[in-house]
């Protein structure tokens, strides 16, 4: 959601201090929840688990926009997706290094994080898009139902 942030903060009633304890909110989250993280997906459960878990929960607390009102619940909604990040995505950093099965890591790195920034940037530009033609309320719809299917389709690791 990036730079939309700001302005989605602001029609909830919140000022440039609002938006950045909320996003600190966010960080703090993601910071602590993620070192925990990764000493429960090294000693009690499976890392796929905590993936797929961690994607639905990120799916969830995007609907989870649809009830924002102010800034407390908008840092409510931060925290969780706070939470959701730092289930996913430090394990399933772990698992694309164990079975990436590349002797080249600076490239399949290099790919990981290259695409990702390139479909965040297509990302923003539909985002945009989507808010200028349906409000927030379309994004967030939008977002949770490809995060939704993002979800389904991590989930078949675990099979």
Excluded: C
């Amino acid at each position: 959601m990036g730079p939309l942030f700001a302005i989605f903060a602001d029609r909830v009633g919140g000022d440039i201090f609002d938006i950045a304890w909320v996003w600190a909110v966010y960080l703090f989250t993601r910071g602590i929840v993620s070192a925990l993280a990764g000493k429960i997906s090294d000693h009690w459960i499976d890392k796929r688990k905590l993936v797929v878990i961690g994607f639905a929960a990120h799916a969830l607390f995007t609907f989870g926009f649809l009830f924002v009102t102010n800034t407390l619940t908008l840092a409510v909604v931060e925290f969780g997706l706070g939470v959701a990040t730092a289930l996913a995505s430090p394990t399933w950093y772990s698992l694309f290094a164990k079975y990436s099965g590349t002797n080249k890591n600076g490239s399949a790195w290099g790919m990981v994080n290259g695409w990702e920034d390139f479909f965040a940037g297509f990302g923003i530009l539909l985002g945009g898009a989507i808010i200028v033609q349906t409000g927030f309320t379309g994004l967030f719809i939008v977002m949770g139902i490809v995060q939704t299917f993002a979800t389904l389709y991590q989930a078949k690791m675990l099979k």
